[in-house]
């Protein structure tokens, strides 16, 4: 059974910064995703690293959000810059492989609030 655990939300001011992590075991080099869901709306992709190590991010985020994985400490990362209200939700770490749509395993979620 794979397990991952999500932390780092937490609340900032526009323009702040967080850095969400997600620990991921047993540890395999997953196509790995994150996802969010604000109050009322559908579930969205964030940003996704695959098992080369390729990169893609919604729209939304291009520019303000990286996603990175540390092998060593079985961690997957989601650094985010310059944050808007509109960021606000729960943040969702998911992987599998080969990559599904949805992925088989997530985490239970953080939450990220962000204040005007």
């Known amino acids: 059974q794979v397990q991952l655990v999500e932390y780092g939300g937490g609340s900032v001011q526009a323009g702040g910064s967080l850095r969400l992590s997600c620990e991921v075991s047993p540890y395999a080099n997953y196509h790995m995703d994150w996802f969010r869901q604000a109050p009322g709306k559908d579930r969205e992709g964030v940003a996704t690293i695959d098992s080369n190590g390729r990169t893609s991010y919604a729209e939304s985020v291009k520019g303000r959000f990286t996603i990175s994985r540390d092998s060593a400490k079985s961690t997957l990362y989601l650094q985010m810059n310059n944050l808007k209200p509109e960021d606000t939700g729960t943040y969702y770490c998911?992987?599998?492989?080969?990559?599904?749509?949805?992925?088989?395993?997530w985490g239970q979620g953080t939450q990220v609030t962000v204040s005007a």
């Open positions: 998911a992987a599998d492989f080969p990559p599904r749509n949805p992925p088989r395993y």
